[in-house]
């Protein structure tokens, strides 16, 4: 399975993105997924999951402005970013858990200009 994530890009503070991630096979429907991002210097943390029930959990520094979701008939994740700020700017990465297989997608840039 490979996940391949898309969406980023240059966006002015207070604008919105929405990431995708699309996994080559149907994995959603019984995994946990989630959101991480690195900035420079910085390492790797967690940015919104979701489990296989449906559940989510944000980091704090996000939560009212960022929402995962899934669409498990196109194998597909998101992360909808509202109310960008530039201490937003990472790469991001999706991750998703199929009872204990990890899966890694590509990061995808995203830079918020103030």
């Known amino acids: 399975v490979q996940l391949q994530a898309c969406g980023g890009g240059l966006v002015q503070a207070g604008g919105s993105l929405r990431l995708s991630c699309a996994a080559s096979?149907?994995?959603?429907?019984?995994?946990?997924v989630g959101w991480f991002r690195q900035a420079p210097g910085k390492q790797r943390e967690l940015v919104a999951n979701?489990?296989?029930?449906?559940?989510?959990t944000y980091a704090d520094s996000v939560k009212g402005r960022f929402t995962i979701s899934r669409e498990i008939a196109r194998n597909t994740v998101y992360l909808q970013m509202n109310s960008l700020k530039p201490e937003d700017t990472a790469v991001y990465y999706c991750?998703?858990?199929?009872?204990?297989?990890?899966?890694w997608g590509q990061g995808t840039l995203v830079t918020v200009s103030s």
């Open positions: 979701m489990i296989i029930g449906g559940g989510t």
């Open positions: 096979g149907g994995i959603f429907s019984d995994s946990s």
């Open positions: 991750k998703a858990n199929q009872w204990g297989r990890i899966y």
